[in-house]
Structures are given as structure tokens and as C-alpha cells.
């Protein structure tokens, strides 16, 4: 079965220093890995998933089939980055809606 | 659009009881997928339903079971509850079955068993 793995529970970091939030996976077929973000009272959302390729509030992911890993970058992290930030896989060939969530790393930026 | 919409948002149950919670989806969202999330840990997919039928199950008990009805919002049934199901229940629309990759999320509705 596949697994993600977030081994950070929590990562505190100063503005303007670079963060990097870290995932791993475990599944032997082509998975697509996303990142989901959620802010203080707010709903779990999308960040970014690694097939678009693109950089999201300064954020960036690459996908490392060698080493099972999609690590979450910023080289300067912001006070209002902090937040919790899941990370997720689809299975290739299933449907989007069946997402494996990591447990999750609550991100604090301090001033 | 008030996004994804879950009701109750709070409830209290005993052991033994049963449990409907409700979501209605995005308008035009034709998907509804259900999660549950333990505390401390991520979300914990149950259910999918497209146009009406299961799309996917996760690995939960025969005592979950869900539904969707014609205007797309979903019920989520619970029986039997233990406290073990304790936890913030989710539900997440999408376009179509989520090509776009994203999913919309409401707030949850959370379930405490006494």
C-alpha cells in the first residue's frame, strides 16, 4: 500500500530564512504528489502539485522518484507562511479525489 | 459561492449511535469525497462519489456507508459508533472526478463519541 511520510511534526524558521518542509513516499507505480496548505481558521487547500511545474507564493516542489521524496522549498519564508502543510499522493490510474495525506508539519516563521 | 458546505459543523454522540453527516459541493462540482481526520494526523480518505456512484472506498468498516443524491451533495452514515471515530469528518469536492488536480475542501464537521 502506499505511504507519506512527513517526519517534521513541527519546523520553526526566522523570516527571510529558507525553509524546506520534507516528504516522502513510498509506492512502486507513477504517482502524482501535491502539496496542500492550511492556514489559522481557514479550509485545507491546494498549494501546488508537482505536474504543473510551478512555483506557488514562492514555493516550489520537485518531484525525486529516486529518492521517493517531493520536499516543499521557499528560500525566503514569510510570517504568513506559517501553517500547517500536508503532503499528498494519488496513485497512478485512480481518481483525484482519493488522495494519501501525510500526517502533516506545522510550519512557524518567526519575525 | 460559499464553497464546499458541511453540516453539523459540531455533534456529540454516544457509543452505539448512529451518525448522518451532510456536505453540498462547489456548484457544477459533480465529485464528493469523503476524509477523516484523528488528531495529529492527516486526513484519511472513506469515500468517493461521482455522478452518483462509489468511485472508491477507503479502508474503513462496513459500518461507514455514503451516498450521493441528484443535485450532487452527499451524506456520510456512520453506525455502531465507537470512540475510535472520533474526529473531524471532511469533505472535498472537485470538477469533474479532479483532473484539474485540486480539490475543494469544506471546514469538516467534527464528531466527538462519548
Known amino acids: 500500500a502506499q505511504r507519506v511520510t512527513q517526519p517534521e511534526k513541527l519546523l520553526s524558521v526566522f523570516k527571510g530564512a529558507p525553509v524546506e518542509l520534507k516528504c516522502n513516499y513510498s509506492y512502486s507505480g507513477s504517482p502524482e504528489l501535491f502539496w496542500y496548505v492550511q492556514y489559522s481558521r481557514q479550509r485545507l487547500q491546494l498549494l501546488l502539485r508537482h505536474i504543473s511545474r510551478e512555483s506557488i507564493k514562492g514555493f516550489t516542489a520537485d518531484l525525486n522518484k529516486g529518492e521517493t521524496s517531493f520536499h516543499l522549498k521557499k528560500p525566503f519564508a514569510q510570517e504568513e507562511d506559517s501553517a500547517m502543510y500536508y503532503c499528498?499522493?494519488?496513485?497512478?490510474?485512480?481518481?483525484?479525489?482519493?488522495?494519501?495525506f501525510g500526517q502533516g508539519t506545522i510550519l512557524t516563521v518567526h519575525p | 459561492d460559499a464553497g464546499v458546505t458541511q453540516s453539523p459543523t459540531h455533534l456529540i454522540k454516544t457509543r452505539g449511535q448512529q451518525v448522518t453527516l451532510r456536505c453540498s459541493p462547489i456548484s457544477g462540482h459533480k465529485s464528493v469525497s469523503w476524509y477523516q481526520q484523528v488528531l495529529g494526523q492527516g486526513p484519511q480518505f472513506i469515500f468517493q462519489?461521482?455522478?452518483?456512484?462509489?468511485?472508491g472506498r477507503g479502508n474503513f468498516p462496513d459500518r461507514f456507508s455514503a451516498r450521493q443524491f441528484p443535485n450532487y451533495s452527499s451524506e456520510l452514515n456512520v453506525n455502531a459508533l465507537l470512540l475510535g471515530d472520533s474526529a473531524l469528518y471532511l469533505c472535498?469536492?472537485?470538477?469533474?472526478?479532479?483532473?484539474?488536480?485540486?480539490?475543494?475542501f469544506g471546514e469538516g464537521s467534527r464528531l466527538t463519541v462519548l
Open positions: 472535498a469536492s472537485s470538477e469533474g472526478q479532479g483532473e484539474t488536480g485540486e480539490l475543494f
Open positions: 499528498a499522493l494519488k496513485k497512478g490510474g485512480t481518481s483525484y479525489g482519493k488522495l494519501t
Open positions: 462519489y461521482y455522478e452518483k456512484e462509489e468511485r
